[in-house]
């Protein structure tokens, strides 16, 4: 399941973690494009969580926004239908996207089959077109009435 996405200039929540409670890496990342990072050793993040308040400010502000995106990830898996959830990411990402089902159903916390009946029923209603990984939104109205529940 997604978590979060890793944006130019941000830093990895898990690793700061591992970091300031000197555990292991456990968990697993996935570059969507092609990128650069910084990787640093134990002690340097200690050194700058330490002596620098800009960056010790910085860990803790991503911190309490990563745990505020978790908090809306559990309440919308709790308490939203898949076929919401769906509509809304959908929604967001504009008239044409290029994903896969099984990426939609990792970033909705579901499986493949589930997500690709959904975008067969709204492909039914003429909301979408489904083609080999990419998706083309034709009725947006649509999409947006049932993200807020309105449909």
Excluded: K
Excluded at 143 to 151: E, F, P, Q, V
């Amino acid at each position: 399941m997604l978590l979060y996405r890793i944006e130019p200039g941000q830093f990895c929540l898990m690793t700061s973690s591992c970091l300031l409670g000197q555990t292991a890496y456990t968990a697993g990342g996935i570059a969507a494009t092609n990128c650069e990072f910084v990787v640093m050793s134990p002690a340097c993040f200690d050194l700058l969580v330490h002596q620098h308040t800009d960056f010790r400010v910085a860990v803790f502000r991503l911190f309490s926004d990563r745990l505020a995106d978790l908090m809306q990830l559990i309440e919308e898996v709790a308490f939203h239908r898949l076929d919401q959830r769906l509509a809304r990411l959908l929604f967001t990402r504009g008239q044409e996207i290029y994903t896969s089902h099984q990426s939609l159903a990792d970033e909705l916390g579901s499986v493949r089959v589930i997500v690709s009946r959904v975008l067969g029923n709204f492909e039914d209603q003429g909301w979408l077109s489904l083609e080999r990984g990419h998706i083309r939104i034709l009725n947006p109205d649509a999409l947006r009435r049932l993200a807020s529940g309105s449909s």
